[in-house]
């Protein structure tokens, strides 16, 4: 392959819903490109893009895949991304690396819940769209109701560059607007017959391409004033105002293809290698300083790495992009993340599996290395002198957790080591030992996320291992004041242990008066305070105690391991073991023995005085609640809403957002454990939802007496 210049290149994220075809239609792009002499199928697993074990056992796609195309003196890098909500981080990682997303819609099933996540995406990056309506030969394929969707979800930013003259299982031909052609296949698809377009389709398309030219004008000065004064533009100019409109995301324009057929993906192609703005069009990316980095191919060199996977019979594969400059094999380069220096001693042009040595790559472009020793995803490595560094990947929050460990305990390093590597190859499995709930965590998109982790461990590292349900982080708190006292006290030969420690406890908020008396029935308690102390917790919430002690009755040196004995408690709250929080302590009272008294026994009385106090002091638990927004078709509606009832939701609110309804809804994060599940069940894989921590919130009585319940069999005598 030919060293590309940067005005020759352009990088495109291939997008889209679960079976809209994308790995098909990669496979027909590169069979076109004479890189395959024969075209695979999902169906038999033998396609370029689905390589990997776990993705030929599960039948979809897993991994997003990096393939380039050489077309008419151009090239296209192109990374065909995994369609299925749960492997969506795939989609982020190329929107970074990528200059546009071609986004395909199923002439079937129109714009879905996926289509309009994949879409808002876009628009957060910035991203120039195009959308291709695949598998127009399709059964249920309808044109005209998909391109309906589209205006309605998208706007009138929506464009036809081509139309069919039929949808359906007849389809094999249509009409480009842009070049004023009519196009027709043959059973097999291919090289297409080009011809005139006939006289009953004239007037259509000459109305089609007038709004295309239009469009195309409205996005350079120029190009208006001569539409203006001639009423048309010419192929070229017309192109050239497509392009800025894809930049600055002003035309959506829409393709058509029948990807199984090879039917349209050359003109595809045509279309993509002449119109999609090159890598030198976009707006330069900003580096961590907030600095712009131009792909100047004689600038310092720079590459960025966006991925990391472990392939058969390789081992470590790492792609990159080139940032700036030229990359050179044999390159030595320093990581301006982790410190250290890198030699690359082959780099590589990328077609999925197939990897093609290469001398050197300009900037902006894509490719791979291997056996780096020290590079992780997200890093940045740079020629001697130059200190950039990139981090414009951002990740969805995960939706779904499991508790996970080896099934032999023996194992927990190694399977410690293995989740690190994972995550490093796809960042949205996120792994978290929790010393809160005693459980390594690992998150991620969905169950099929995690399932896909557990079959890699257990086929591709041979290592059994076990997913549990995670354990809810609940809160302890109280509701009102209370008194108690304690008594240390152990003698066992020598020094003994004594220590007595009488505190009130209470409900604690922000801005509440200084303590200064309780009664407790017919007692009262008038405090003086001597010394505060404000403890802000990890877990949110405040311990707040106060020194009220008088005559000398605990000496001012055990007030410290008092505080302990509190901390104690609070770390380990005395209904669940959960953390408790927003207590204020008043220790007002106790005793001392001259010999026997030291901080560990003021550290145990301080402790069950307080546990004993808390537990008269109203308490209750407190459960995590989240904000939860489900985006799902009109016609499932009812069925999500009365799911999402049962998990003690609040609904929130309903609106209609582009064709979608949109729900939002307050759920207790332990009703929401296989929510993902449930959904995809409900709506056969066509919502989405998405989940934010929003406060703790008091458990229902009888939610509260099965958890104490639960606890206390758990419990042995300390």
Known sequence: MKIYKTNEIKNIALLGSKGSGKTTLAESMIYECGVIKRRGTVDAGNTVSDYFPVEKEYGYSVFSTVFNAEF?????????????????????????????????????????????????????LKKPVIFGINQMDAEKADYDNVLEQLREAFGPRVVQIQY?????????????????????????????TISDIPEDQMEKARELNQILVEAAAENDETLMEKFFEQGSLTEDEMREGIRKGLVDRSIYPVVLLSAAKDMAVRRLMEFLGNVCPFVSDMPAPVNTAGVEVKPDANGPVSVFFFKTSVEPHIGEVSYFKVMSGTLRAGADLENATRGGKERLAQIFTVCGQLRNPIDALEAGDIGATVKLKDVRTGNTLDEKGCDY?????????????????????????????????????????????SKELKQTLVKGQGEFHLRTLKWRIENNEKLPIQFEEMRIPYRETITKAARADYRHKKQSGGS????????????????????????????EFKLKVRDKQEIPLEWGGKLVVYDCTVGGSIDARFIPAIVKGLMDRMEQGPLTGSYARDVRVMIYDGKMHPVDSNEISFRLAGRNAFSEAFRQAGPKILEPVYDVEVLTPGDTMGDVMSDLQGRRAIIMGMESENGIEKLNAKVPLKEMSSYSTSLSSITGGRSSFSMKFASYELVPGDVQEKLLKEYAETQTEE
């Open 72 to 124: 008419n003196n151009k090239k296209l890098n192109i990374i065909d991304c995994p369609g299925a909500d749960d492997f969506v981080g795939n989609a982020y990682t190329a929107l970074g690396v990528c200059d546009m997303g071609l986004i395909l819609v199923d002439a079937q099933y129109g714009v879905e819940v996926g289509t309009q996540n994949i879409f808002r995406t876009t628009a957060a």
């Open 164 to 192: 069919p003259l039929e949808s359906g299982p007849n389809f094999h031909s249509m009409i480009d607007v842009l070049l004023m052609k009519k196009y027709e296949w043959g059973p097999e698809g291919g090289v297409p």
């Open 389 to 433: 560094q990139f981090d414009f990947i951002k990740y969805p929050a995960p939706k779904y957790v499991r508790a996970i460990r080896p099934v032999t305990e023996s194992d927990g390093e190694k399977l410690s080591a293995i989740l690190t590597r994972m995550h490093e190859e796809d960042p949205t499995w996120v792994i978290e030992q």
């Open 496 to 523: 003994g242990q004594f220590g007595e420690v009488h505190l009130i406890v209470e409900p604690y908020t922000e801005g509440m008066p200084e303590p200064d008396g309780y009664k407790f029935g017919s007692q």
